[in-house]
T-cell receptor, first 114, second 115 residues
Framework: NAGVTQTPKFRILKIGQSMTLQCAQD?????MYWYRQDPGMGLKLIYY???????DKGEVPNGYNVSRSTTEDFPLRLELAAPSQTSVYFC?????????????FGSGTQLSVL | AQTVTQSQPEMSVQEAETVTLSCTYD???????LFWYKQPPSRQMILVIR??????QNATENRFSVNFQKAAKSFSLKISDSQLGDAAMYFC????????????FGAGTRLTVKP
């Protein structure tokens, strides 16, 4: 029962570095999401995907890129990391378009950009 | 855009007592879904309860229940018989029925349970 798996759990980057946050789910969910959670704030949607090969921007996409080559994987790419990207990142998935479907969340990646 | 407001950054409750967490939202839509998620120190997001806006009956899940006031755009969470394990951040969330890829979260309420 792996669910949604995120790696790494923690990472420190220097300004200008790049990295990829990995996310994989084993529930055959079509919908996948990337959120960021800043201290004392709720989650904000960065990007989402409704299926392999289909991605779209959320509320705060600047500075990030995503790809969805398979149903299982949805990596988030940070290019030229900035201190403003210091946050906790959550990947999530859900099974269908039905709005009341719950999101299954990964355990998060805490990223610090120094 | 829809916004979700949680006006209580922190709340505390005595073990075995009842506490209510507040949530209001702003929308012009008539069909939507509302959720309460719990985030313990482990950071794992856990669904507590959900409500469809077209349902008049308030949702209940064991010790957790909601007071959904559609006209007032209010969605409060009541926790009865509070337990130490209920201590966590609680997030209220809104999801449009027509644009359900976008779930909006409030800033959260940190609940402390005193033994």
């Amino acid at each position: 029962n792996a669910g949604v798996t995120q790696t790494p759990k923690f990472r420190i980057l220097k300004i200008g570095q790049s990295m990829t946050l990995q996310c994989a789910q084993d529930m055959n969910h079509n919908y996948m999401y990337w959120y960021r959670q800043d201290p004392g704030m709720g989650l904000k949607l960065i990007y989402y995907s409704v299926g392999a090969g289909i991605t779209d921007k959320g509320e705060v996409p600047n500075g990030y890129n995503v790809s969805r080559s398979t149903t299982e994987d949805f990596p988030l790419r940070l290019e030229l990391a900035a201190p403003s990207q210091t946050s906790v990142y959550f990947c999530a998935s859900s099974s269908s378009r039905t709005g009341n479907e719950k999101l299954f969340f990964g355990s998060g990646t805490q990223l610090s950009v120094l | 855009a829809q916004t979700v407001t949680q006006s209580q950054p922190e709340m505390s409750v005595q073990e075995a007592e009842t506490v209510t967490l507040s949530c209001t939202y702003d929308t012009s839509e008539s069909d939507y879904y509302l959720f309460w998620y719990k985030q313990p120190p482990s950071r794992q997001m856990i669904l507590v309860i959900r409500q469809e806006a077209y349902k008049q009956q308030n949702a209940t899940e064991n010790r957790f229940s909601v007071n959904f006031q559609k006209a007032a755009k209010s969605f409060s969470l009541k926790i009865s018989d509070s337990q130490l394990g209920d201590a966590a951040m609680y997030f209220c969330a809104y999801r449009s029925a027509s644009k359900n890829n976008d779930m909006r979260f409030g800033a959260g309420t940190r609940l402390t349970v005193k033994p």
